[in-house]
């Protein structure tokens, strides 16, 4: 029983990693990771402080929009623009971002 645990354990623990890994590619193949990194500041935030500030809220619908959109004055004066991103993509970007 308790090997049947520790594989059931080890198992989901790849299937997470593994989408984290599939959606940071997304993230890469659609030019997001030119200004922002999981973990440091680059031209935008980095997602783990978007992911810190909505914490607790309700935003995944408004990220998505501003993904699709661009926005301005979130995170300081410099915008985001406008992306070429279908909004499947958008809500797959916007729940990585978020669970980070």
Not at 3 to 12: D, E, K, R, W
Not at 50 to 58: M, Q, V
Not at 78 to 83: E, F, G, H, Q, S
Request: glycine share 8%; proline share 4%.
């Amino acid at each position: 029983m308790h090997n049947l645990i520790v594989t059931a354990f080890a198992f989901g623990a790849l299937l997470v990693s593994g989408a984290a890994q599939a959606n940071e590619a997304l993230a890469k193949s659609k030019n997001c990771m030119s200004c922002h990194t999981v973990d440091k500041k680059l031209v935008g935030p980095a997602y783990k402080d978007i992911a810190t500030k909505y914490k607790g809220k309700n935003m995944e619908a408004q990220m998505v929009q501003s993904i699709i959109k661009g926005s301005s004055g979130k995170w300081g004066p410099i915008p985001m623009p406008a992306n070429n991103v279908s909004e499947g993509d958008a809500r797959t970007l916007a729940k990585w971002i978020l669970s980070l």
